[in-house]
């Protein structure tokens, strides 16, 4: 008998008919002798729905109103799935975040979880009950309703299975697995049977948005064993992400490549080549809560130098506009920047002890002519800068490159 956290995602619930699928699948674990727990997010588009709402009567909503208003979608679906498993005769109690106590700080709209009171769940798990709980919520210790940020569900889940010590946490959501890259752009795309957290963790915040990024942190510092399977199929093992040490199987040099085409490129020309500069010209920009990517400076002539920088293409004019206002006391000849930029990461544990990952990545880009702008390395990770236009391509080259369709 196993105890396992189950965490089902928006479209996973999307509908009377998917919560009642949802309770058969429940009622299978439960009937082969595991406890269960479920964690369930809103209906899909249930969040988004609520937000607008909250625009509709004021323009920069309160965050804890907020918290109270976007809270709800969880607390519908917690109520029917209990229901649709007692229909079938299983016995189900809901919590949602508040009733279990699932302490978070105070930061609304981003809250983190402090600490879970997981005795009143082991006890209705002990007495046969099937425990499903609100994702995305909690409560601070004033009592005011907490929200964990989009797509917080999936932590709700993974914390919970930490504070039970449970044997699985499973993430069942509407693809079957983690891709070794997105199929839409490369058919060929395998699903991996693993992948270890360090790994997903640069694909996730690469872009790859099968699970919160929090999540799987938070997965990886409390060990909890973390599997992400499709809510409709029957079968599939789906990927298992797992902890390096524990694999005994030789890694692929390269389990994925991910990619992000939301990029902007700055580039401050001729700067003093001097102490000082990068922080003159990225303090500001640090101010003005703007993430700042990858980061490049040449070596100088004559005693200038070049400052390239990479943010999301969201933010490029707000940084432009910070960079035109200290131009002048930096003493910066030109300030150009592209907004038609795109990274590309070839990722993977195994290039820790093989060598020659990242050649083999620019002789397959040089081969298509696709020009490197930016270069950036991880122990895991090699990440190039070049021109949207190329990104699909360059994709689809690096998947074949690495052997990636039949490893
Ligand atoms: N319902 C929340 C959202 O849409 C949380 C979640 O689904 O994980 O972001
Ligand atoms: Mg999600």
Not at 76 to 97: C, E, F, N, P, W
Request: glycine content about 8%; hydrophobic content about 40%.
């Amino acid at each position: 008998m196993a105890l396992i956290v189950q965490k089902y995602g928006g479209t996973s619930v999307g509908s009377p008919e998917r919560i009642k699928n949802v309770a058969k699948r429940v009622a299978k674990f439960q009937a082969q002798g595991h406890q269960v727990v479920v964690v369930v997010s809103a209906m899909s588009g249930e969040t988004n729905r609520l937000i607008a709402l909250t625009k509709e009567v004021a323009a920069s909503p309160d965050p804890r109103e907020l918290d109270v208003v976007v809270s709800t979608g969880e607390q519908v679906t917690i109520g029917l799935l209990s229901m649709a498993l007692q229909d079938i005769g299983l016995r189900a109690k809901s919590y949602t975040g508040a009733q279990v106590r699932i302490l978070t700080d105070s930061a609304h709209t981003k809250a983190r979880i402090l600490n879970i009171d997981e005795a009143p769940i082991r006890r209705d798990l002990q007495e046969g009950k099937v425990v499903v709980v609100a994702g995305f919520q909690g409560v601070d210790e004033k009592g005011s309703i907490t929200t964990l940020g989009r797509g917080g569900s999936d932590t709700t889940g993974v914390a919970l299975a930490a504070a039970l010590k449970a044997d699985e946490c499973q993430i069942y959501t509407d693809v079957d697995g983690v891709y070794t890259t997105d199929p839409r752009i490369v058919p060929e795309a395998r699903k991996l049977d693993t992948i270890t957290f360090e790994e997903m963790l640069e694909m996730a915040s690469l872009g790859s948005k099968v699970l919160q990024i929090r999540s799987v942190e938070f997965a990886g510092k409390y060990k909890v064993k973390l599997r992400v399977l499709s809510s409709f199929q029957e079968e599939g093992e789906g990927t298992l992400i797992t902890v390096e040490e524990d694999t005994n199987m030789e890694q692929p040099v390269i389990s994925g490549i991910a990619f992000n085409r939301d990029e902007a490129k700055i580039t401050v020309l001729g700067v003093p080549d001097k102490p000082g500069i990068a922080y003159q010209i990225l303090g500001p920009v640090a101010d003005a809560n703007i993430d700042v990517d990858m980061i490049i400076q040449n070596v100088g002539h004559d005693g200038t130098t070049d400052f390239s920088f990479t943010v999301s293409r969201g933010d490029l004019d707000k940084t432009v506009r910070i960079l035109d206002g200290v131009k002048a006391h930096i003493g910066a000849r030109a300030i150009e920047s592209d907004k038609a930029a795109a990274k590309v990461s070839v990722v993977g544990v195994g290039m820790r002890s093989h060598p020659g990952v990242a050649s083999r990545m620019f002789r397959t880009l040089a081969e298509e002519g696709i020009n490197i702008q930016m270069i950036s390395t991880s122990e895991i990770k090699i990440s190039v800068v070049i021109d949207e236009k190329y990104l699909e391509l360059a994709v689809r080259v690096l998947h074949k490159a690495f052997g990636l369709e039949t490893a």
